[in-house]
C-alpha cells in the first residue's frame, strides 16, 4: 500500500472508518504518513487533527478508541478505508456514528455478545447468564439442547410469536454457549462468510 498523501495541498488523505463487523460507515478522518504510521504502531486509529494541528488518538480522552481491523487504499491511493472494532460510541454526542445514527437494530447481536462476556467476566448475584456459567460448560450445552428442541416443537405448530420466542432463547443460549467455549459470534460469521465465498466461485 503506498499512499499518496501528496495529492492533497495539506498533504492529508481521508480516512473513511468502517465498523468490521456491521460494515456501518463510522466517520470520516484525515491522516498524514505519521498518522498512519501511528495507527498501525498502536493498533488504534490515529488522525491528524487539523483543529487540535497535531497527531491525534481517537479515543485518548473519553477511551473510546477504534481497534484497528484492516486498511485498505482506494484505486488512486489517495484515501483510505479503516476497518475497526469500535470501543463505545464514536461520535463526541454520543451517537454510534457522526451522522447521529444508533446501530442497536444493526449489531444488537453483537452488542448482546458484549454483555453476555460481561456477565461471564464480572459475575452479578442476580443475574441468570451468570447463573449458568457458573454451572459450567454441560449445564449451558444442555440448555442449548433444551431450547433446540422447545423450537422444533414451536416449528411444528402456527403460533407465531410463541415460535419466535423459542427462536429467540435458543439464539440466546447459543450465544452463551459461544462464550463458555471461548468463542465469538464474528468467528461463526466468518466460517458462514468463506462457505459462501467457495459455494459462489
Known sequence: MNIDFSKYADGLVPAIIQDDVTGKVLMLGFMNDEALAKTKELQKVTFFSRGKNRLWTKGEESGNFLLLKDIKSDCDNDTLLIKVKPVGPVCHTGADTCWNEKNINDNFLFQLEEIIRDRKNNPAEKSYTSSLFEKGINKIAQKVGEEAVELVIE???????????????????????????????SEIQDVLIARHKEKVQ
Request: hydrophobic content about 45%; cysteine-free; proline content about 0%.
Open 155 to 185: 416449528a411444528k405448530d402456527d403460533n407465531e410469536d410463541l415460535f419466535k420466542n423459542e427462536a429467540a432463547d435458543l439464539l440466546f443460549h447459543y450465544l452463551i454457549l459461544l462464550q463458555a467455549k471461548g468463542h465469538t459470534l
